[in-house]
Each structure stands twice: as structure tokens, then as C-alpha cells.
């Protein structure tokens, strides 16, 4: 790859890094920030959940800002307010000042996110496109694997803090890079959609809101029931508003694309299907088996790590064989691995037993990151790409908060944490939820046609795009 390239992949992927860590880090941190910042458990479950909610509400945002006012200016600008903000959540001198820093700090990440992949596509040729995808999705791999690991080895060592502290040198690091080193773009004739950006960003925040708060106060309480109808009324608004408008901040027209249909449906069921389960088999490590957050995060290696091995594979073989039957064995893989622990699992079930669910999940959630970006920019037009990766990583955070709660309400109805025997009670029809959600995911993804895709123009005339492989 040429110079240019290879700095868009080191300054996207190690904004990449940042965001995803962020998601995660925090969880193995919180019995030290209850201790020193005091707080009730509800308050703990925001310092993660303040970051989510705002990430997913405006990413869609982000990107239409970064189309409208140049993506370099906007990732610039997203790094700067994410890692002012991990200064002050570093800084925060009570719960409450913490919740609002991580809450910033998910504005900031859902402005940078979006524009990683468009910046990154604009400076790889497209024959090495699947590669660089590969190599970011590596790079993504690891924070995963690392979130807990590296929150708790700092929270143990050093101190809470340094968690977020840790963001502070690599964001000053990127920013003048980011300046430097890549080419600024915007989309042709872009304008802001303030009617869609509002209905948009108010439907998520109700749909993320609700389901976050589901478990806690339970689907039918009213704070939930109104903020998942409200939420749902105001998409709804949104979906007709992007049939209708001349220029939407997402015009509906795109999902007339089989290609960029089939990987958004395949994106959503994979989150639903793979957090859902990730966030319960993690508690089932340290709850029924007695692991520390730690030991529990070295266990889970093979399945959230894998990626740093199988997403940059996945990248060079889409550019050889297409993107299509990339995706559609990762998605099999990956429920295959999730049916593997339902049959398994046990209150006493041996590390041994488990170990191949974790790699054939592992290599399942490696291979689907890589060619899914492929499918996604190269079912677009140049122009519409910004609007296309954050829609994407918008329902990639919708489908993970909805695959929390519902996972965890069919855990919760027919099991539960009071012993083994019923944690696994609960367990287990929440893994075949997921294997078939996941499953589910494959099926959308076998629509994808292999090559030559058409997607009508806004006049209303299709127009070739290159293969969507």
C-alpha cells in the first residue's frame, strides 16, 4: 500500500481502537469507582450506559456533519471532544460528573466512528480495500479482547483513572496526524437534514433508552413501553421522511439495494445474536464458576481476541473470492459456536468443553467484520458512503442493545443468578435465541447478490455500481 494509505490505517485504526475500548473498559472498573465515587448500582450501569446511548444516538449525525463540513475536519473534531472529555471522566470528582464526561465522550466517539471507514476507503485503492478493512477489524479485535483485560490490569495496578487517562496521549497523538496525513473530502452538494437528523436521533435515543432500561424496570413499566413507542413513532417518521425528502439525511432508496440491504439485516442479527450472548457466557464465567473479571476476560480470549488472527484473512479473502460468501460462512460460524455452548453447557461444564465454541465463534466474529465494510462502501455511491457507515454502525448499536435485552429477559424468565444449576436454567434458551438470530443473519446475507448490483438513483433510474463483492 502507499504511504497514504497506510497512514489512514494507522490513524483510523487506532481512532478505532479508542471508541471500541471505551465501550468496554469501563465494566471491570466499577466496584473501584463505586468505592471511591460512591453511587447506587443504577448509577454504576450509566457510567457504561451514558457512553452507549449517546454513541448510538448520533452517529448518523456524525456522519452527515462530517459529509457536510469535511470528514478530516469532523474526525478532528470528534477525537478532540472524546479525549477532552476522557480527561475529564479521568478528573470527575463524583459519580455524577463521571456519567456526564462518559456521556461526552460518546458524542465525540459517534462523530470519529463513522468517518474511520470513509476516511479509510478514500485512501485505499480498491483492489486493497479488503485488506485494510481486515487489518482495522484486527485492530477493532483487540479492544474487545483487551476492554476488560486492560481495565482491570490498570484499575488493579495503577488506578481507575487510568483508564481513561490512557486516551489522553493518543488522542493529542492523532489529532495533528489526522491534520497531516489525510486528504480532507466531503459529499457532493451535501446540506444538513435538520427534519431527519431530529427524528432520527430522537427515535434512537427512545429505542436505545428503552432497551437499556428494559431489564431494570421491565418491559411493560412505563417508562420503557413510552420511550420504545416513542422511539419507534419517531423512526417511523424518519423512514418516511427518507422516501419522501429530495435529499435525506438517509434516503430509503438505498435499502432497493439487495447488497446494501442484506449486510445492514446481517449486521443487525449478528449484534443481536453475539453481544446478547457475550454479555451473558461472560457472567456465567465469574457467576456460576467463580472466575475473577479477569481470569473471566483471559477465558474468553479465543472467542473476542480471534479477530486479531481471522479479520485480516477475511480481508484478502474477499478481495479474492467476494465479500458474499465471506460473510455468510462468518455468520454460520458464528451460530454454530453459539448452538456448540447450548448443548455443552452445564453449572460444572470444564474450560475444555467450552473451548471450541469459543474459537469456532471467535473465527466466526474475525471474518464478518472485514467483508461486511466492503459490502457496505461498495453498495454506495463515492458520495453517499458517509451516510451509509454510520447507518450502518447505527443499527450495529441498536441490534446489540436490543440483543442485551432481550437475551437477558429470557435469561431472567427462566432462570436467574441464584445458583448455577439456575443461571444455566437461563442460559441456555438465550444461546439457541442467539444461534438462531445469528443464523437468521446468514439467511440475509445469501440475498446479497454476488456482483454487478444496481441501486435506483434519486431520480428513479437504477444505476450500475461496481461488483459488490
Same mark, same amino acid.
Request: glycine share 12%; net charge positive; charged share 10%.
Given at each position: 500500500?502507499?504511504?497514504?494509505?497506510?497512514?489512514?490505517?494507522?490513524?483510523?485504526?487506532v481512532a478505532g481502537f479508542m471508541? %471500541?475500548?471505551?465501550?468496554?473498559?469501563?465494566?471491570?472498573?466499577?466496584?473501584?469507582?463505586?468505592?471511591?465515587? =460512591?453511587?447506587?448500582?443504577?448509577?454504576?450501569?450509566?457510567?457504561?450506559?451514558?457512553y452507549t446511548l449517546t454513541f448510538?444516538?448520533?452517529?448518523? $449525525?456524525?456522519?452527515?456533519?462530517?459529509?457536510? *463540513?469535511?470528514?478530516?475536519?469532523? *474526525?478532528?473534531?470528534?477525537?478532540?471532544?472524546? &479525549?477532552?472529555?476522557? %480527561?475529564?471522566?479521568a478528573l470527575a470528582p463524583g459519580?455524577?460528573?463521571?456519567?456526564?464526561?462518559?456521556?461526552?465522550?460518546?458524542?465525540?466517539?459517534?462523530?470519529?466512528?463513522?468517518?474511520?471507514?470513509?476516511?479509510?476507503?478514500?485512501?485505499?485503492?480498491? @483492489?486493497?480495500?479488503?485488506?485494510?478493512?481486515?487489518?482495522?477489524? %484486527?485492530? @477493532?479485535?483487540?479492544?474487545?479482547?483487551?476492554? #476488560?483485560?486492560?481495565?482491570?490490569?490498570?484499575?488493579?495496578?495503577?488506578?481507575?483513572?487510568?483508564?481513561?487517562?490512557?486516551?489522553? #496521549?493518543?488522542?493529542?497523538?492523532?489529532?495533528?496526524?489526522?491534520?497531516?496525513?489525510? @486528504?480532507?473530502?466531503?459529499?457532493?452538494?451535501? /446540506?444538513?437534514?435538520? #427534519?431527519? &437528523?431530529?427524528?432520527?436521533?430522537?427515535?434512537? $435515543? =427512545?429505542?436505545?433508552?428503552?432497551?437499556?432500561?428494559?431489564?431494570?424496570?421491565?418491559? &411493560?413499566?412505563?417508562?420503557?413501553?413510552?420511550?420504545?413507542?416513542?422511539?419507534?413513532? +419517531?423512526?417511523?417518521?424518519?423512514?418516511?421522511? =427518507?422516501?419522501?425528502?429530495?435529499?435525506?439525511?438517509?434516503?430509503?432508496?438505498?435499502?432497493?439495494?439487495?447488497? $446494501?440491504?442484506?449486510?445492514?439485516?446481517?449486521?443487525?442479527?449478528?449484534?443481536?445474536?453475539? $453481544?446478547?450472548?457475550?454479555?451473558? +457466557?461472560?457472567?456465567?464465567?465469574?457467576?456460576?464458576?467463580?472466575?475473577?473479571?479477569?481470569?473471566?476476560?483471559?477465558?474468553?480470549?479465543?472467542?473476542?481476541?480471534?479477530?486479531?488472527?481471522?479479520?485480516?484473512?477475511?480481508?484478502?479473502?474477499?478481495? /479474492?473470492?467476494?465479500?458474499?460468501?465471506?460473510?455468510?460462512?462468518?455468520?454460520?460460524?458464528?451460530?454454530?459456536?453459539?448452538?456448540?455452548?447450548?448443548?455443552?453447557?452445564?453449572?460444572?461444564?470444564?474450560?475444555?468443553?467450552?473451548? #471450541?465454541?469459543?474459537?469456532?465463534?471467535?473465527?466466526?466474529?474475525?471474518?464478518? *467484520?472485514?467483508?461486511?465494510?466492503?459490502? &457496505?462502501?461498495?453498495?454506495? /455511491?463515492?458520495?453517499?458512503?458517509?451516510?451509509?457507515?454510520?447507518?450502518?454502525?447505527?443499527?450495529?448499536?441498536?441490534?446489540?442493545?436490543?440483543?442485551?435485552?432481550?437475551?437477558?429477559?429470557?435469561?431472567?424468565?427462566?432462570?436467574?443468578?441464584?445458583?448455577?444449576?439456575?443461571?444455566?436454567?437461563?442460559?441456555?434458551? !438465550?444461546?439457541?435465541?442467539?444461534?438462531?438470530?445469528?443464523?437468521?443473519?446468514?439467511?440475509?446475507?445469501?440475498?446479497?447478490?454476488?456482483?454487478? !448490483?444496481?441501486?435506483?438513483?434519486?431520480?428513479?433510474?437504477?444505476?450500475?455500481?461496481?461488483?459488490?463483492?
Amino acid at each position: 500500500m502507499q504511504p497514504k494509505a497506510i497512514w489512514a490505517l494507522i490513524i483510523t485504526g487506532v481512532a478505532g481502537f479508542m471508541a %471500541a475500548l471505551d465501550n468496554l473498559v469501563v465494566t471491570t472498573a466499577l466496584p473501584s469507582i463505586r468505592k471511591d465515587l =460512591g453511587g447506587a448500582l443504577e448509577d454504576l450501569e450509566w457510567t457504561v450506559n451514558a457512553y452507549t446511548l449517546t454513541f448510538a444516538v448520533l452517529l448518523m $449525525f456524525g456522519a452527515a456533519l462530517g459529509d457536510r *463540513f469535511g470528514r478530516r475536519k469532523l *474526525f478532528a473534531t470528534g477525537l478532540a471532544i472524546f &479525549t477532552a472529555a476522557s %480527561a475529564a471522566a479521568a478528573l470527575a470528582p463524583g459519580i455524577e460528573a463521571l456519567i456526564a464526561a462518559r456521556a461526552v465522550q460518546g458524542v465525540g466517539a459517534a462523530i470519529t466512528m463513522p468517518l474511520t471507514l470513509t476516511l479509510l476507503t478514500a485512501a485505499v485503492p480498491a @483492489d486493497r480495500r479488503g485488506l485494510a478493512y481486515g487489518i482495522k477489524g %484486527a485492530v @477493532d479485535g483487540l479492544a474487545v479482547a483487551g476492554g #476488560p483485560l486492560i481495565g482491570g490490569a490498570l484499575t488493579e495496578h495503577i488506578a481507575w483513572q487510568w483508564i481513561f487517562w490512557l486516551n489522553v #496521549p493518543l488522542g493529542l497523538a492523532l489529532i495533528p496526524l489526522a491534520r497531516l496525513r489525510l @486528504d480532507e473530502s466531503r459529499a457532493e452538494n451535501a /446540506r444538513m437534514d435538520l #427534519p431527519g &437528523t431530529l427524528l432520527v436521533s430522537g427515535g434512537l $435515543f =427512545g429505542i436505545v433508552y428503552g432497551l437499556i432500561n428494559a431489564n431494570a424496570h421491565g418491559w &411493560t413499566s412505563p417508562q420503557v413501553l413510552t420511550a420504545l413507542i416513542a422511539g419507534s413513532a +419517531l423512526m417511523g417518521g424518519f423512514i418516511h421522511h =427518507g422516501f419522501r425528502n429530495k435529499q435525506p439525511m438517509l434516503p430509503m432508496r438505498l435499502f432497493g439495494n439487495r447488497a $446494501f440491504a442484506g449486510v445492514n439485516a446481517a449486521s443487525v442479527f449478528m449484534f443481536l445474536g453475539m $453481544f446478547g450472548s457475550i454479555f451473558l +457466557l461472560s457472567q456465567f464465567l465469574q457467576n456460576a464458576l467463580g472466575y475473577s473479571p479477569t481470569e473471566a476476560g483471559l477465558r474468553m480470549l479465543p472467542w473476542t481476541g480471534m479477530p486479531m488472527i481471522a479479520a485480516p484473512l477475511s480481508g484478502y479473502l474477499a478481495d /479474492r473470492v467476494g465479500s458474499r460468501p465471506v460473510v455468510v460462512t462468518a455468520l454460520a460460524l458464528q451460530a454454530l459456536g453459539l448452538a456448540h455452548f447450548a448443548l455443552v453447557m452445564s453449572p460444572d461444564v470444564s474450560y475444555a468443553a467450552q473451548l #471450541p465454541g469459543l474459537i469456532v465463534s471467535g473465527i466466526g466474529m474475525g471474518l464478518f *467484520f472485514a467483508p461486511a465494510a466492503k459490502l &457496505t462502501m461498495s453498495s454506495v /455511491r463515492p458520495a453517499e458512503q458517509g451516510m451509509a457507515s454510520g447507518a450502518n454502525n447505527a443499527l450495529r448499536e441498536v441490534g446489540g442493545a436490543l440483543g442485551i435485552a432481550v437475551l437477558a429477559s429470557l435469561f431472567s424468565a427462566q432462570g436467574g443468578y441464584g445458583t448455577p444449576r439456575h443461571f444455566v436454567d437461563g442460559l441456555v434458551p !438465550a444461546l439457541w435465541l442467539g444461534a438462531g438470530t445469528v443464523a437468521l443473519g446468514a439467511a440475509a446475507a445469501v440475498l446479497i447478490p454476488a456482483r454487478g !448490483a444496481r441501486i435506483p438513483a434519486p431520480g428513479g433510474v437504477a444505476e450500475p455500481l461496481p461488483a459488490a463483492r
